[in-house]
């Protein structure tokens, strides 16, 4: 049993940035990728960036390349996302979510531990 708790959410201007964090707890070494999904009202949920837990690969959306970054920290309890040149469509509630499968995905049904999101709204 894994549980994640996001936090750093908030209010930002356009062009401005914000550092969300996803610690984690319980059975952490059954976690293969932690990624970051968001979601807007009447959207799909969508793909941000994943991580492996070991810290050996990246992938990122298309639409966050060059803008926003994922990481860990050296004890591997917490994944990072910084944010950089927000704009006003990257307003969305952000989750973080742990799976256990041994590949990288994408897909939202991969991921089987997801936490409580925190709200990230980016006025124009």
Same mark, same amino acid.
């Given at each position: 049993? %894994?549980?994640?708790?996001?936090?750093?959410?908030?209010?930002?201007?356009?062009?401005?940035?914000?550092? +969300?964090?996803?610690? =984690?707890?319980? &059975?952490? !070494?059954?976690?293969?990728? %932690?990624?970051? !999904?968001?979601?807007?009202?009447?959207?799909?949920?969508? !793909?941000?960036?994943?991580?492996?837990?070991?810290?050996? #690969? *990246? &992938?990122?959306?298309?639409?966050?390349?060059?803008?926003?970054?994922?990481?860990?920290?050296?004890?591997? $309890?917490?994944? /990072?996302?910084?944010? $950089?040149? +927000?704009?006003?469509?990257?307003?969305? @509630? /952000? /989750?973080?979510?742990?799976? *256990?499968?041994?590949? #990288? =995905?994408?897909? @939202?049904?991969? /991921? $089987?531990?997801?936490?409580?999101?925190?709200?990230?709204?980016?006025? =124009?």
């Amino acid at each position: 049993q %894994v549980q994640l708790v996001e936090s750093g959410g908030g209010l930002m201007q356009a062009g401005g940035s914000l550092r +969300l964090s996803c610690a =984690s707890s319980g &059975r952490t !070494f059954s976690i293969y990728v %932690v990624g970051w !999904f968001r979601q807007a009202p009447g959207k799909e949920r969508e !793909f941000v960036t994943a991580i492996s837990w070991s810290g050996g #690969w *990246t &992938r990122y959306g298309d639409s966050v390349k060059g803008r926003f970054t994922i990481s860990r920290d050296n004890a591997m $309890n917490t994944v /990072y996302l910084q944010m $950089n040149s +927000l704009k006003p469509e990257d307003t969305a @509630v /952000y /989750y973080c979510a742990a799976a *256990t499968s041994r590949r #990288w =995905s994408a897909n @939202v049904s991969e /991921y $089987n531990v997801w936490g409580q999101g925190t709200q990230v709204t980016i006025s =124009s």
